[in-house]
């Protein structure tokens, strides 16, 4: 059975004809071909999807496409201005070396943004618990931490 | 003059394109008809297959191609050869049983691939992969590797007798037991080093495409190494021709060890696309990388330190028992030899050393090399059993370890390496102090008075990098050399495009590599592009693991840029009407010497491209070089780590109070990647001592710890931030003086920690990981036993 879904992205338009057991990253990666957002797990546990949905994170596996319907969408793609200029968490990971590989970056950046706004100013502790929905194998956090705190001083 | 470079945290010029989510990582590619795979794997550890049946699956909506192990045996296919071959001690090779890409009459381990289903969609090829009947008969299963030895154990393979791969030696027993008839004391520990799950966030994947115009093949892959992927593809398994055939590792999402072998996913849609005719896309789902990326370390381990009155060591003995899994992965017999019983000196003068090493088939996953690769576990045997031995002659544990440092270099071991330099006395003494040790007491003191228990570690851990010197690999059992290559190709504008056969996935190469380009040439940096992981464009490569990029793969590069060096200098020569050897090359201007006539960089460039008189006999026109490079010697990093917890005795949770690294990398190129790369590698090995473990359930065989929700990987709030440092004495023999510095944190941080876990409890030793409920139940028998 297909279902046609249709949502907002990164503020344009977007629809499809999709099955409706098509997961939203499935839709995101696939029908829209926006590949920055990324599957790294099956159980909703690494959030290397995580995007914003109506601007909370939202691991995108663990929903349907259909269930984004009419929503807003924002994606690791979004975010940045449209001159090009980096939204200043992009930025403060690239300031601090907050990524390696950069598979789990995309979630990481999302979620961060999203801890931002629910903790304009946090210590070091909430940033470290506010992660817990986020895995990184290779920075070993140490620096996606410090980013955080860099970017938490310049979005005052 | 251009910028300095080397030493320089240069941001990483990679970052742009993962922060705005451009990367190209395998699975983001989606060709032209493109088709997708899913395997049908084994359910059970051990069986025979008595029939697979496909037809159902076969009529079910967009199939395209349906392939099983008779497929497979049909078309004459190879199994995946292993490329290091020990010979015990009896003399023997190696067992090297069949690895059939697909299940050929038996399955050895859960998650050993049975059939393939193509279809049109991944949801139709999922669906159809439902449909294919197999019928098992089930066998007895054996998953640990003691148990595995045992008489009657099950045979996981029928021609391998005892499940025994080899019992392989190194060192001299006879004088190692003269040392221990003789001491004063002995220090004997038994431990297992826990398996883990490498688990980088990207999962494996594979879109392999074959073109009838040209009869080629073209496999991108998540690989670490794709001319080794090519390599033993073509000419082992497949029988292709190396030309006809293209290897793509894209953007890799980390690899940890875990991407450097060639599996059978890769070759089986390889060999598949020109059945069908498609593209075919492979993305491991995560429960399948739980069960097929190789598994690592996996040692059960007898180890006895033989000391003088005085705390001098005189002899180490270590026997082990490493688990090979199901099959030899591509570099698993290689793991607890070469990189493991050789690494056994550690930082210490001991002058007698015996190791012998059995390696056993279970019905696992394949194990093989994860990051640091044999020699974290030598580090936590060497790092735990001295520690022990400090305890129980009560002597301090980091005078002890000083008491038995190398001093003088070059020092040959006891167990073949020869450490070429080191200062193991300024990484410690800078840990100590970083780690305000002396205010130890004071804080242990106060944390008892909060009931908590404090307790502090050491580790001085020691590592042989830039693997390998081919004749030294050679004579250990490498099948192959293992250099690196390098090509600078000098466009006519003077930018330069670098090819190098090492491959980043994290490590930020492109970045690293085109600050030792822009420092030697005198050139901007934005004159310089890195390419890499692509077989079409780079001449050759044995890839990247071991910590060997910037030692073996830069150096390689060096070689390439002196050559072009030395052609600009006759170019220079030439249009300046003055003797070669009169030229000299500095800050990107070729000048003759003593004046100040001189031709830059890139007036050289264009003069090579456009030659209009150059003397054909003695000059060339053009300006590219490349260089293979392979070393004398291995590098030798090494370091003190001095990690500090708090244990709540209530519930056995351990903080990491403060973790101090102190690294001797040789010379540093980038500090800031450095420091990444340390950070990184401390939390793996922290992962492993608190929170990782790969269990195989002993009854059914089943991998219990299949998904993230039961394998217990390090988040943000189990670890700390981390104080490091570091101190060089620059690698005698490369022209970089550099080392290496990827597995360092892997290495030493396991024994750091777990020292200072014992330390604080109050016992001996007790089993990695430390989980809450772990540490809590070896506190109540050590109180238990106390009482008694
Ligand atoms: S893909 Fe892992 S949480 Fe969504
Ligand atoms: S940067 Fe590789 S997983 Fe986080």
Known sequence: ?156 | MATPYIGVPVQRREDLRFLTGAGNYTDDLTLPGQTHAVFVRSPHAHARIRSVKTAAAARAPGVVGIFTGEDVAAARINGLPCGWLIHGTDGQPMKEPAHPILAQGKVRHAGDPVAVVIAESLAQARDAAERVEVDYDLLPSVVDSVEALKPGAPLVHDDVAANRCYTWAIGDKAATDAAFASAAHVTTLEFQNNRLIPNPIEPRAVNATYSRADDSYTLHVSNQNPHVERLLMCAFVLGLPEHKVRVVAPDVGGGFGSKIYLYAEDVVLTWASKKVNRPIKWTAERSESFLTDAHGRDHHTRAQLALDRDGRFLALRVDTKANMGAYLSTFASAVPTILYATLLAGQYATPHIHCEVTAVFTNTAPVDAYRGAGRPEATYVVERIVEAAAREMKIDPAALRRRNFIRSFPYQTPVALLYDTGDYEATLDRAIEMADVAGFPARRAEAARRGKLRGLGYACYIEACGIAPSSVAGSLGARAGLFEAGEVRVHPTGKVTVFTGSHAHGQGHETTFAQVVADRLGISMDDVEIVHGDTSKVLFGMGTYGSRSLAVGGTAIVKALDKVVAKGRKIAAHLLEAAESDIEFADGQFRVAGTDRSKAFAEIALTAYVPHNFPHDKLEPGLNENAFYDPSNFTFPAGTYVCEVEVDPETGIVRIERFVAVDDFGNIINPMIVEGQVHGGLVQGLGQAMNECGIYDSGSGQLTTGTFLDYCMPRADDMPSFQVDTRSTPCTHNPLGVKGCGEAGAIGSPPALMNAITDALGVADFAMPATPQRVWATLQQAQRKQAA
């Open chain 1, 1 to 156: 059975m297909t279902v046609k879904v249709s949502m907002t992205v990164n503020g344009k338009p977007a629809a499809a004809e999709v099955e409706e057991r098509t997961l939203l990253v499935t839709f995101i990666r696939e029908s829209l071909r926006l590949t920055g957002t990324h599957v790294g797990c099956d159980t909703a546990q690494c959030g290397a999807c995580t995007i914003h949905v109506n601007g909370q994170a939202m691991k995108s596996c663990n929903m349907l496409a259909m269930q984004a319907e009419g929503k807003s969408i924002t994606t690791i793609e979004g975010i940045a201005a449209a001159d090009g200029t980096l939204h200043p968490m992009q930025e403060a990971f690239r300031q601090n070396h907050g990524l390696q590989c950069g598979f789990c970056t995309p979630g990481m950046v999302m979620s961060a943004i999203d801890m931002l706004n629910h903790y304009p100013d946090p210590d070091e502790a909430t940033i470290r618990a506010e992660l817990d929905g986020n895995l990184c194998r290779c920075t070993g956090y140490h620096n996606i931490v410090k980013s955080i705190q860099a970017a938490a001083k310049t979005m005052r």
